[in-house]
């Protein structure tokens, strides 16, 4: 997958840890679906966050990608995890 001088920085670490990680993420999916290269984006959405469907382990992993990561990008938040009543 053909990637920018930006990216190849995140791919080696140099942006940290969690930049590194999400690199690694997106360039084994963009190697199995055949993509070319990445497409800019203006912001996501973070889903799947409830502690319901994460349980001990996500919760671990976020935590650990938490250590030095930052949005790069306005990011939103799925509130499921949010209890009404």
């Given at each position: 997958m053909e990637l920018t001088s930006e990216?190849?920085?995140?791919?080696?670490?140099?942006?940290?840890?969690?930049?590194q990680t999400?690199?690694?993420?997106?360039?084994?999916?963009?190697?199995?679906y055949?993509?070319?290269?990445?497409?800019?984006?203006?912001?996501?959405?973070?889903?799947?966050?409830?502690y319901a469907n994460l349980n001990e382990p996500g919760l671990a992993w976020l935590e650990e990608m938490a250590k030095d990561g930052k949005v790069r990008t306005l990011t939103t938040l799925n509130p499921a995890g949010k209890s009404f009543s």
């Open positions: 990216e190849q920085d995140m791919v080696v670490g140099k942006y940290g840890k969690a930049a999400a690199m690694d993420i997106l360039v084994t999916l963009g190697e199995i055949g993509a070319k290269r990445l497409i800019d984006i203006t912001s996501v959405q973070i889903a799947g966050v409830s």
